[in-house]
């Protein structure tokens, strides 16, 4: 069974400085897709970024990178230049190659101090 | 525009009485989706289907009840046997390129409260 874990219920981060939530996740599957999801307090789930495993290269959206370790099985995400509109739950999130069952860490709540 | 809708925003019922929560999509996806959100525990798959009269079973599924009759409508019947069904409920949908690369697209989600 795959599992994803969110290890930081909560962060905070000043106003334009940079922060970086933590995921890892166990699967024996090697093909398969990991996604991070923010959850503003209006509770719409936006997609944030994506990553294919089978992909090296880090996925990169604007202020959202990731730092995807393969062997270690982590997925961090690092927002840069924060604002005050990132302060949400993020949810990361794997699935596996030619399925639909997608699996969701606990989440952690950022908070962004002006 | 194109998007999914969820009603009722709030839904209040009665312990023992059957719900359902309603799910649209205009997106011409083929694939939808019910969770469950509680506290502390993201998101969790109670059934999802990739085509019209078919569906399948997530991890929570016991004491829910779905349809998929039309491609743009997946709704999800919370039924007496649900032991805790106060929660906040997220309906999604995505493309069926088969690949699970697909972004799923959220609904804005009910909240139902059973007293």
């Known amino acids: 069974a795959q599992t994803v874990t969110q290890s930081q219920p909560e962060m905070s981060v000043q106003e334009a400085e940079t922060v970086t939530l933590s995921c890892t996740y166990d699967?024996?599957?090697?093909?398969?897709?990991l996604f991070w999801y923010k959850q503003p307090p209006s509770r719409q789930m936006i997609l944030v970024i994506r990553?294919?495993?089978?992909?090296?290269q880090n996925a990169t959206e604007n202020r959202f990178s990731v730092n995807f370790q393969k062997a270690a099985k982590s997925f961090s995400l690092k927002i840069s230049d924060s604002q005050l509109g990132d302060a949400a739950m993020y949810f990361c999130?794997?699935?596996?190659?030619?399925?639909?069952?997608?699996?969701f860490g606990a989440g952690t709540r950022l908070t962004v101090k002006p | 525009d194109g998007g999914i809708t969820q009603s009722p925003k709030y839904l209040f019922r009665k312990e023992g009485q059957n719900v359902t929560l309603s799910c649209e999509q205009n997106?011409?996806?083929?694939?939808m989706y019910w969770y469950r959100q509680d506290p502390g525990q993201g998101l969790r798959l109670i059934y999802y289907?990739?085509?019209?009269?078919?569906?399948q079973k997530g991890d929570i599924a016991e004491g829910y009840s779905v349809s998929r009759e039309k491609k743009e409508s997946f709704p999800l019947t919370v039924t007496s046997a649900q032991k805790n069904p106060t929660a906040f409920y997220l309906c999604?949908?995505?493309?069926?390129?088969?690949?699970?690369?697909?972004?799923?697209?959220f609904g804005p989600g009910t909240r139902l409260t059973v007293t």
């Open positions: 999604a949908s995505s493309t069926l390129l088969g690949t699970g690369m697909e972004e799923q697209y």
């Open positions: 990553q294919e495993a089978y992909k090296q």
């Open positions: 999130a794997l699935i596996m190659y030619n399925n639909n069952d997608m699996r």
């Open positions: 699967t024996s599957e090697s093909d398969y897709y």
């Open positions: 997106l011409n996806h083929d694939a």
């Open positions: 289907s990739q085509i019209v009269n078919d569906f």
